[in-house]
C-alpha cells in the first residue's frame, strides 16, 4: 500500500470553469484518485483556488470590491461546479490564507540563495505615483493600431507586445501618460538548475514522452532566470522587499499548503505524505507545462523539498471542431450543464473516452456525445446489466445456479488486469475502452449462447455473465462511482477490488432496473443551445 498525493492544477479565481478544464485536468486526477484508492492504496485528492495576480485584482477594482471578497465568490462557484459533476477532494482550500503565506515566505527562505536583484523597466503613473502593471496599462497595438489594448498583449491580433513597444501607454485607472522607469526586481536562478532539470525529466519523472520532448526544447534553447517579484498591493509579501511574489512563484506551493491543512485536520504529518516514499501526482493541462516542468521542481531542488513522481498532461479541447471561446461564448461552462440537467456521469464516461494522455487535442461533438454514451455505455453495459438480470429472475428467481462458467469469465479477468496495468500508467482512456471491450465480449456470449431458446445453457450463461459485471462494476467505480454503487447493490455484490472470485451458488441478485437510460436527441439539442448551435 502506497501513499499517493495527487494534485489538480489550481483553477483561478477569476472566472467560470468549462468542458476544457475539466476534460484536461479534474477530472482525470479524480479517477485517477477513485483507482488508486480502489486498488488498495491510500491516496489523498488536493486541491485550491489560485488567488493571487494581477487579473484578480484588475477584477476586483472592476467590480468595486475588495479582491478578498471578488475570490472568495469564485471559490465558492468552483466547488460548486466540481460537485457537481462528482469531483471528490479531500481537501479544497486556497492560496490567499495564512497558511499559505506563512509556507510560501518559509520556502523563500530556504531558496534565498538562489535569488539576485536586477534593474527592469516598469510603466510608472506619475498621477497615483504607483507601478502599472500589465493589466494596468493600455494604449495602441503597435502590430494592429488597435486602441486601448493592455500591455501585455493585443486581444485584437492577439500578438504578444515586447515591454516598452505599446504606443501612447496611459494609466487604465486615470488616463496619464505611463512613464518608463527601473525597478529593482527579484530574480530566481532558474538557469543555475537546467542541468538537474534536464535529468530529473528524461530518467527520474513519469510523463507523456510528447510532453516531455516539448519541455525538453526550451531546456536546449536555454532556461532563462525568472523575475519572481511583482509590484502590485495583492498577492504574498516578500520578506524584506517591497512587491509581493509573482503569482506562478506562490501557486504551485499551494499544493503543499493543501497538504498542510488536510494533515492537520486529519491528524496526519505532512513529511509522511510529502517524501521520497510517496508518489507525487501533479494533473495539468498543457499550457501550464513550462511551469511544472521547470520553475516547481527547480524551486523543490533549490529548498530541499521532494520532487513530483508523475506529471500527467492532456492537450485542448476545442468544441465542435472550434477553439473554445468564453468571449464568443462557444464553450460549455460546468454550471451551463448542470442547468441543462445533463448527465453529470455521462459526460465524466464521454470526456474520458475522447482524452488521449498527452498533449493531443481534441474534440467535443453533441452528436458524437451521444453517440459514444449510447454505443459503448448503454447498449453495452447497460444492456448487459439489463438482461443479465431480467433472464436470471426469469429463469431462477434471480439466483444463481452452482454449474461451470464460461471461459469468458477468463477472459474478463485477464482484461481487468491489463486495466489495472493501464490506470497506473494513467492511461485513463485506454482503461475506460477495456471496460467497454469486456462488456462487449459478454454480450456477443450471451447473444451466441441464445439462452433464451437454449434452456440448458441458461444456468451458465446467467452465472458467467452476473460474475463478469461484478468485474466490470469494479473497474467502472473510478469513472462512474454512483452508478457502480447502483450496480453493485443490483448485484449484490461488494466493490473489493481484489475479489476475482465467480458469484457462489445461491447467490441472489436484486430484479433490473434503468441505470443507463440512453442520450435523447432533446439532449444533444439542449447541449447545443449552450453554445448556440441550435
Not at 216 to 228: F, L, N, P, Q, T
Not at 335 to 356: M, V
Not at 438 to 450: C, D, M, R, S
Amino acid at each position: 500500500m502506497k501513499k499517493v498525493v495527487v494534485t489538480a492544477a489550481l483553477p483561478y479565481a477569476n472566472g467560470e470553469l468549462h468542458m476544457g478544464h475539466l476534460r484536461s485536468t479534474y477530472l482525470p486526477a479524480d479517477i485517477y484518485t477513485r483507482f488508486r484508492n480502489l486498488v488498495g492504496d491510500m491516496a489523498v485528492y488536493l486541491c485550491a483556488t489560485d488567488e493571487h495576480g494581477t487579473p484578480i485584482l484588475f477584477r476586483a477594482e472592476e467590480q468595486g470590491v475588495r479582491p478578498e471578497e471578488y475570490v472568495k465568490q469564485w471559490r465558492v462557484r468552483h466547488l460548486e461546479d466540481f460537485q457537481s459533476v462528482g469531483i471528490h477532494f479531500n481537501r479544497f482550500f486556497q492560496t490567499h490564507s495564512p497558511e499559505h503565506i506563512q509556507l510560501t515566505q518559509r520556502m523563500f527562505e530556504k531558496l534565498r540563495q538562489h535569488t539576485y536583484k536586477q534593474k527592469v523597466p516598469i510603466f510608472w503613473c506619475p498621477a497615483e505615483q504607483t507601478t502599472l502593471p500589465d493589466r494596468f496599462v493600455v494604449g495602441t497595438c503597435p502590430f494592429c493600431e488597435a486602441p486601448d489594448q493592455y500591455g501585455d498583449q493585443c486581444e485584437k491580433c492577439g500578438k504578444v507586445i515586447p515591454f516598452g513597444e505599446l504606443k501612447e501607454a496611459r494609466c487604465k485607472r486615470c488616463g496619464t501618460p505611463a512613464e518608463v522607469r527601473d525597478s529593482e526586481d527579484l530574480f530566481f536562478r532558474l538557469s543555475a538548475f537546467a542541468s538537474r532539470l534536464e535529468t530529473f525529466i528524461r530518467e527520474q519523472l513519469h510523463a507523456p514522452e510528447d510532453a516531455k520532448n516539448f519541455v525538453m526544447g526550451w531546456v536546449r534553447d536555454g532556461i532563462k532566470d525568472w523575475d519572481i517579484e511583482r509590484r502590485i498591493p495583492w498577492g504574498v509579501p516578500i520578506p524584506g522587499h517591497e512587491g509581493v511574489f509573482y503569482v506562478w512563484f506562490d501557486a504551485p506551493i499551494g499544493y503543499m499548503t493543501t497538504l498542510f491543512k488536510w494533515c492537520g485536520e486529519n491528524h496526519q504529518k505532512f513529511e509522511d505524505w510529502w517524501n521520497p516514499q510517496s508518489e507525487i501526482v501533479h494533473f495539468i493541462g498543457k499550457d501550464i507545462a513550462y511551469h511544472h516542468f521547470l520553475f516547481w521542481p527547480a524551486m523543490l531542488m533549490a529548498s530541499g523539498f521532494t520532487l513530483p513522481t508523475q506529471i500527467p498532461v492532456r492537450g485542448y479541447l476545442n468544441l465542435e471542431g472550434k477553439k473554445l471561446s468564453k468571449s464568443r461564448n462557444w464553450c460549455i461552462s460546468i454550471q451551463a450543464w448542470s442547468e441543462q440537467k445533463q448527465d453529470p456521469e455521462y459526460l465524466r464516461f464521454y470526456l474520458t473516452w475522447i482524452t488521449p494522455s498527452g498533449l493531443k487535442d481534441t474534440d467535443f461533438s453533441a452528436v458524437e456525445y451521444a453517440q459514444v454514451v449510447n454505443s459503448e455505455l448503454v447498449n453495452n453495459i447497460g444492456n448487459l446489466l439489463q438482461r443479465t438480470l431480467k433472464f436470471s429472475h426469469q429463469i431462477s428467481g434471480g439466483k444463481i445456479d452452482d454449474v461451470p462458467l464460461s471461459d469468458v469469465f477468463t477472459k474478463v479477468v485477464e482484461l481487468k488486469q491489463k486495466y489495472h496495468a493501464e490506470m497506473l500508467k494513467c492511461e485513463l482512456s485506454e482503461g475506460l475502452r477495456l471496460v467497454s471491450e469486456a462488456g462487449k465480449l459478454v454480450n456477443a456470449y450471451f447473444q451466441e449462447k441464445e439462452p433464451w431458446k437454449n434452456r440448458e445453457v441458461a444456468p451458465e450463461v446467467i452465472r458467467t455473465s452476473a460474475s463478469c459485471l461484478k468485474l466490470i462494476t469494479h473497474m467502472l467505480v473510478p469513472f462512474l462511482p454512483k452508478r457502480a454503487e447502483k450496480m453493485a447493490t443490483l448485484l449484490n455484490c461488494q466493490l473489493k477490488w481484489k475479489d476475482d472470485d465467480a458469484l457462489p451458488a445461491g447467490h441472489k441478485m436484486a430484479e433490473a432496473e434503468i441505470l443507463f437510460p440512453h442520450v435523447e436527441d432533446r439532449d444533444v439539442k439542449a447541449i447545443k443551445s449552450i453554445y448556440g448551435a441550435v
